[in-house]
Each structure stands twice: as structure tokens, then as C-alpha cells.
């Protein structure tokens, strides 16, 4: 059974910079698509960005040009580069599979940016 185990959030002025990280373990990392998901207080969770097996990303259009997803499949880990972060970021951030049959999900990592 997959596990995730997401971390590196934390609190943050607008305008800094957080590295998210998000170790896999169990098979099937190395040819999934994963994904960055975050879930805002009152709103529904909402795909961030994805990544393929072969590192081919996408990304949903607020965080364009500010965010950057990644993944190690030797280390079967995933990261997001979030850069000049914006109060609208706040949120707590998972990662997943990506399509209709994502593994169970872990607890995330809360992300909070001040203004």
C-alpha cells in the first residue's frame, strides 16, 4: 500500500519561498503521474500542478511562472517550488497521484502566508 508523507510547509511573509517535499513509498511511483493538491479553509481541494514519469509538468494558471514541480524517482519523491508566495497560497498542500484513482492520502503540509 502507498504511503505519503508530505512536508516542508510552514509559515511565510508574501513574497518568500517554500520547498515542498513528499516522499512515496510502495510501488508505482516511478510511472505514476503525481501531483501538488492544496485545500484552502472553506474551499475544496484543488490541483496545484503535476508531474509525468518522464518530468513533462503542468500547472494550474495562479501559480504559473511562481511555483516549479519536480520529482526524484530514485527517491520516489516529489517536491514544489513555491516562489514569491502570495496570501491566497495559504493552504494546507498534498500530493497524490494524479486522475481518477489516487492513492490514500497523507496528512499534507499546512502552508500559511502572511501579508
Known amino acids: 500500500q502507498v504511503q505519503l508523507v508530505e512536508s516542508g510547509g510552514g509559515l511565510v511573509q508574501a513574497g518568500g519561498s517554500l520547498r515542498l517535499s513528499c516522499a512515496v513509498s510502495?510501488?508505482?511511483?516511478?510511472?505514476?503521474?503525481v501531483g501538488w493538491y492544496r485545500q484552502a479553509p472553506g474551499k475544496q481541494r484543488e490541483m496545484v500542478a503535476w508531474?509525468?514519469?518522464?518530468?513533462?509538468?503542468n500547472y494550474r494558471d495562479s501559480v504559473k511562472d511562481r511555483f516549479s514541480i519536480s520529482r526524484d524517482n530514485a527517491k520516489n519523491t516529489v517536491y514544489l517550488q513555491m516562489n514569491s508566495l502570495k496570501p491566497e497560497d495559504t493552504a494546507v498542500y498534498y500530493c497524490n497521484r494524479f486522475g481518477n484513482s489516487p492513492w490514500a492520502w497523507g496528512q499534507g503540509t499546512p502552508v500559511t502566508v502572511s501579508a
Open positions: 510502495g510501488s508505482g511511483f516511478s510511472i505514476a503521474v
Open positions: 508531474v509525468t514519469s518522464r518530468g513533462s509538468t
